[in-house]
């Protein structure tokens, strides 16, 4: 007898949103993380909501701008079960350009857009610094997305968690999964502590860890970390009004006297330190951008290790080679964005056996036989 319908294994944003949904419909849910809830990737995220700004004709941006489109209304089932508000505004985002190169970019970028649809405006100089007062004035024009945004990660986290548990989920915390096999119909979870675990269906998101859990039946999942340093300030200055997105870094005005800056993108395997060189280059990045960052303070330096596949897709779906195992990793940078497209293509394929046709692109078995 199962102890649960279903298992997962990895308790950041897209684990917790997936057990908030499989949850929310009904299904008996175990929620494990081997350190605490958010405590990943997570925990480091600047929560943009920015699908558009890296360009249109990308594999990722069909399922990020479904995502998008998804997240008001994900946003409003959690207050309403939770009453936990997370910080989600769609301020838009203001994409600089301070050199020539840039402006071309930006233009093959509008134009992209425009024929996809998007709203967005292409800004001179003098628009843009009417639109950001703050930017430095070396600034030669920029791209404005209207319809970007945030969301505080920690607080979505924190809100998917209790959403949850609310609806009837266990977490079981601190709880390290180290190995999962078949047996008969159901499958056998195995806690690094020697606890079991017996679930109808698992859900691997473990972020990229998740390929160090043993599998039986499947090679590895190919997930690696890949680093990312993040800063918190307290913002003194004129407020932005938007994400900006600059040549060497982005500062999201998260909340109230508060921006985050980011990000590096280091190949550094599983150390989850700050370095003085990440800091550096990000304040440097950031005062460049916006001069007064000179007078905020450093709250923190957060880091967090994004889990990436070659191609730098997700792998979401069901497993051939193990069909009681359902994969929902590989996030990268989009975690947070793609969290409410990830819960219901998830929660359809545990529950209905139904997928969603955007997950021809991102299926496990492109890896193999998985
Ligand atoms: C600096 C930075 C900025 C970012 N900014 C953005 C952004 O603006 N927008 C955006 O969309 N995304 C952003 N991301 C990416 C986003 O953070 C990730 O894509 C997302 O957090 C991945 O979520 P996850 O749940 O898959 O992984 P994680 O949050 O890493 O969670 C995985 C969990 O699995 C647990 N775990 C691991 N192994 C086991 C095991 N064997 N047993 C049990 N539990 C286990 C871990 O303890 C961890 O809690 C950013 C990332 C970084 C680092």
Not at 8 to 25: C, H
Not at 106 to 129: E, M, P, T
Not at 173 to 200: H, N
Not at 313 to 342: C, E, K, Q, W, Y
Request: with cysteine; aromatic share 6%.
């Amino acid at each position: 007898m199962a102890d649960c319908d279903v298992a997962v294994i990895g308790a950041g944003v897209i684990g917790e949103s997936v057990a908030y949904e499989l949850a929310a419909r009904g299904a008996a849910v175990t929620l494990l993380d081997a350190r605490g809830a958010g405590l990943g990737a997570t925990q480091a995220a600047a929560g943009m909501l920015a699908p558009f700004i890296e360009g249109f004709g990308r594999p990722l941006l069909p399922l990020a701008a479904r995502s998008l489109e998804m997240y008001a209304s994900f946003i409003d089932r959690i207050l309403r079960d939770t009453g936990i508000d997370v910080g989600y505004a769609r301020s838009g985002s203001l994409h600089v350009a301070n050199e020539e190169e840039s402006i071309a970019e930006l233009k093959v970028v509008a134009a992209g857009a425009k024929a996809a649809g998007v709203a967005c405006d292409l800004l001179d100089a003098r628009q843009a610094l009417e639109r950001e007062p703050s930017l430095a004035p070396d600034v030669m024009g920029g791209l404005l997305f209207p319809s970007h945004g945030f969301v505080g990660a920690i607080d979505l986290s924190a809100a998917l968690c209790t959403g949850a548990v609310k609806h009837g989920a266990r977490l079981i915390v601190p709880a390290r999964v180290r190995r999962i096999s078949s047996r008969g119909a159901e499958m056998d979870i195995e806690l690094e502590s020697g606890g079991r675990l017996v679930s109808q269906q698992v859900v691997i998101a473990a972020g990229c860890w998740s390929g160090l859990i043993d599998i039986d039946g499947m090679p590895p999942v190919p997930i690696r970390p890949i680093r990312g340093q993040l800063l918190q300030l307290a913002w003194s200055g004129d407020p932005l009004k938007r994400i900006v997105w600059g040549p060497r870094c982005y500062i999201v005005p998260s909340g109230p006297g508060t921006a985050l800056v980011g990000a590096t993108v280091e190949d550094a395997g599983y150390d989850e330190r700050t370095t003085v060189a990440g800091v550096r280059d990000l304040l440097d990045a950031a005062c460049d951008l916006v001069p007064q960052v000179w007078q905020a303070s450093l709250v923190a330096a957060r880091v967090g290790l994004r889990p990436a596949t070659s191609d730098e897709m997700p792998v979401i779906g069901r497993s051939r080679a193990v069909p009681g195992v359902v994969f929902a990793t590989g996030h990268f940078r989009n975690g947070v964005l793609l969290a409410p497209f990830t819960a219901k293509a998830v929660a359809d394929v545990v529950l209905d056996n139904q997928e969603d046709p955007l997950l021809a692109a991102v299926s496990p078995q492109r890896f193999g036989e998985y």
